[in-house]
């Protein structure tokens, strides 16, 4: 079992930038980022492999958002800049072993983190 911890959430004015970190307890071939704003469905944001290979990005974050991850340290990040009002959310990190947008195919969770981006 691996446990996942994210931090780095906040507020943060449209157009500014938040860095999010997630600590695995273990190494996971993928990582991933995930959010749900309120009253809403989970969504994809971005994901990784282990070596960095392949990486995937949501439509809506491409060019914006960065993922990168340090496996020395088991942790994957997610640098979002040019904030938008529209990004604010629960903020989840996931591992497993697809590097895939498919949330079902992630087998740990993280707590989540909230990100609230002001107009």
């Known amino acids: 079992q691996v446990q996942l911890v994210e931090s780095g959430g906040g507020l943060v004015q449209a157009g500014g930038s938040l860095r999010l970190s997630c600590a695995a307890s273990g190494r996971t071939e993928a990582m991933g980022w995930f959010r749900q704003a309120p009253g809403k469905e989970r969504e994809f944001v971005a994901c990784?492999?282990?070596?960095?290979?392949?990486?995937a990005y949501a439509d809506s974050v491409k060019g914006r958002f960065t993922i990168s991850r340090d496996n020395d340290k088991n942790t994957v990040y997610l640098q979002m800049n040019s904030l938008k009002p529209d990004d604010t959310g629960g903020y989840y990190c996931a591992g497993g072993m697809v590097t895939t947008a498919s949330s079902g195919s992630y087998d740990y969770w993280g707590q989540g983190t909230q990100v609230t981006v002001s107009s």
């Open positions: 990784m492999s282990w070596g960095g290979h392949n990486t």
